[in-house]
């Protein structure tokens, strides 16, 4: 079965700092990996996707994905932060989707 | 990308009634379209499938009784709750998944969502 593991519940970083936000999937065959954000009051939003190709992904706002087979793993990043960054994000297999990570900005 | 639309935003109902919340794709046909039940601080977990002109197909240990969906249209799923208690009030969203490569897993669009308290 397919899930989605995002361990850091919340993450804290300083405004313009950079961002990692952790992402480990369990899927049988090639994945079709997904970053959201949701911030409140909005739907959730596609940051970024990775069906194949090229395992680095640009998406919007900044972010990047790198995806590592054989890692299991589909990180989020960003080289600097701003406070408008601050929401929910979800990594997703296809309709799973982890828990979800809060991200906190200081300024 | 789809844009796509619930109502109501909230909703506040009295136990044992029923609750209809609208999806629509704005700007997209649908045939398919997902609902998704979030829990407060928790992960979007997949209710059901809403397929056009057809019967939705529900996730594992959803009631299909006390959740109908109804796709009448390429642009409207109903998803109504029925005799709605307490342990019903949460947020539910719905998404339109976009048809590049064909595949129903490629990345959706969501509606901004509704939330449901049930008294």
């Known amino acids: 079965a397919q899930s989605v593991t995002q361990p850091d519940i919340h993450i804290t970083v300083s405004e313009g700092a950079s961002l990692e936000l952790r992402c480990n999937y369990s899927?049988?065959?090639?994945?079709?990996l997904f970053w959201y954000v949701q911030s409140p009051g909005q739907g959730l939003q596609l940051l970024l996707k990775y069906f194949s190709g090229d395992t680095l992904v640009q998406g919007i706002k900044g972010f990047e994905a790198e995806f590592k087979r054989s890692q299991s793993s589909f990180n989020l990043r960003k080289p600097s932060v701003h406070w408008s960054d601050a929401a929910e994000y979800f990594c997703a297999v296809g309709t799973v989707f982890g828990k979800g990570t809060r991200l906190h900005i200081l300024p | 990308g789809a844009v796509v639309s619930q109502h109501p935003s909230w909703v506040i109902c009295k136990s044992g009634t029923s609750v209809k919340i609208e999806c629509r794709s704005l700007?997209?046909?649908?045939?398919?379209m997902f609902w998704y039940r979030q829990f407060p601080k928790q992960s979007l977990m997949l209710m059901a499938t809403?397929?056009?002109?057809?019967?939705?197909?529900?996730e594992q240990g959803v009631e299909k009784d006390k959740f109908l969906i109804n796709h009448a249209s390429l642009t409207l799923s109903t998803l109504t709750v029925t005799s709605a208690h307490p342990e019903d009030s949460s947020f539910y969203i719905c998404?339109?998944?976009?048809?590049?490569?064909?595949?129903?897993?490629?990345?959706?669009?969501f509606g901004p969502g509704t939330r449901l308290t049930v008294l």
């Open positions: 998404s339109v998944p976009g048809l590049a490569g064909g595949s129903l897993y490629n990345e959706q669009f």
């Open positions: 809403s397929n056009e002109g057809s019967k939705a197909t529900y």
């Open positions: 899927y049988g065959a090639t994945p079709y």
């Open positions: 700007d997209f046909q649908a045939t398919t």
